[in-house]
């Protein structure tokens, strides 16, 4: 397909290769953060890191929106199909994430005692609002999540519902904002003080920018003397934005640098912005799976469009959970552990029976290594 | 889960409302919704999300992205 294909070349990937190893200067190390989980899914599934040289190591960031979401959360969106009775419309990749008490939505789904969730996988938002349309005697609810790319459908929906008078349709709002999280990765004491994360740059997101634009990330290149390149998803652009990367670190250059400029502007998309400002403001605290309470790290409806606010509708209480005790995921969305480091990682924990989020969503980090990665280790 | 794909618009103003296109994804048809990105034209390539086109891709910039891909190459293979 066009504007894939031609970013998949395994010839030029190889030649990208030996530019980033004629670049890289001996002696010194590079370690890149890839925020987003399309980045980490792109380097496991076409092998990238086998690619680099060995004193270039990539930090998985915690860009995955199915990893960061806490198990309280997930009890929320549970305790709506179980004890309201509603319609429970999420997507795909939720549903086999771990809640309270053994959970998913997907066992809550198949029943639990004498109760059986109606939970239904959507594709879009759209989808979700022609579920309330044609069930009006019952209650419909879209769970939320995701980072800024996924958000302005969420506020189009929520538009929609209310132009069409829809009112059996609200949504329960996780929607979480990226420059949030990067600004607490880059305050946290493993990066600050103690080092023991060493952050040269960041690979900035794909789609995220495409809506959010180059602007918000000259912040931390200038606050805080990291080079930022925005990347595609494909192979090639990630390879390349490795190469500017190093490329910068070398010059001592600390830059806004943006790859995927067939998709991303500085401003963004102007029409999205508006329409999520328009429905959503930010919220005072949210808590991220890995990085915990993070303030105003996330978004929640404004007032104008209560009606459509699930947490008012049903009086819903946030309760945070801790995550299972053997689980890493929180450390590994900190770039503080890999994957591989975790005890629970391949044995108890598997795509198949996922304990921790990040074993969940194919962008996870644990889920992308035990799909690609998992048999280099063994030999 | 921000995975989007792109696609070629074929028809504008198709479908439930005026804000609406059929684009080709590797040869299949799919309504879209243009609710979230202003002016698209047919032969215009989209990113698709979730059923939203976000972002009008540029073929120029594109073009530029692989020049500068076979630029590095002979960089690095030292290819004059």
Known sequence: MKYIDEFRDGEVAKNLAASIRAT??????????????????????????????????????????VCVLPIGRVDMAIDLALNHGVILCTYGDTLRVPASGGLSLM????????????????????????????????????????????TPPTAV??????????????????????????????????????????????????????????????FFAEEYRKPVVIAGFEPLDVMQAILMLVRQVNEGRAEVENEFSRAVSRDGNLKAQDRVAEVFELRREFEWRGLSVVPYSALKIRKKYAAFDAERRFALEYRSVPDHKGCEC?????????????????????????????????????????????????? | MCLAIPVKVIEVGAGPGDDWAIVDLGG???????????????????????????????PEEAEKTLALFAELNSVGTGAP
Not at chain 1, 41 to 59: F, K, W
């Open chain 1, 24 to 65: 890289v200067e001996p002696g010194r190390n590079y370690s890149f953060m890839e925020f987003c989980g399309g980045h980490t899914h792109a380097i496991s599934r076409y092998g990238l890191s086998d690619l680099l040289p060995a004193t270039v190591r990539m930090v998985h960031g915690p860009g995955c929106p």
């Open chain 1, 107 to 150: 066992k809550a789904k198949a029943g639990v005692g004498n109760k059986c969730g109606d939970i239904r996988m959507v594709y879009s938002t759209i989808d979700a609002l022609q579920i309330a349309r044609d069930n009006p005697a019952r209650e419909v609810v879209f769970f939320a999540i995701g980072f800024e790319t996924t």
């Open chain 1, 157 to 218: 929906a929520i538009q929609q519902a209310e132009a069409e008078g829809l009112a059996n349709f609200s949504v329960l709002c996780c929607h979480v904002l990226t420059p949030s999280a990067i600004s607490n990765i880059l305050e946290s004491p493993e990066v600050r003080q103690w080092g023991t994360v060493p952050l040269d740059g960041f690979i900035g997101p794909a789609h995220v920018s495409t809506v959010i634009g180059s602007r918000p990330y000259e």
């Open chain 1, 330 to 379: 929180g450390a590994i969305l900190r770039g503080v552990k890999r994957p591989q480091d975790c005890k629970l990682f391949g044995t108890v924990c598997s795509p198949e029976n996922p304990i921790g989020s990040c074993m969940v969503s194919s962008e996870g980090a644990c889920a992308a290594h035990y799909s690609y990665g998992r048999y280099k280790d063994m030999n």
């Open chain 2, 28 to 58: 299949v048809k799919k309504e879209i919704s243009l609710a979230l990105l202003a002016d698209v034209q047919v032969g215009d390539y989209v990113i698709l999300h979730v059923g939203y086109a976000l972002s009008r891709l540029d």
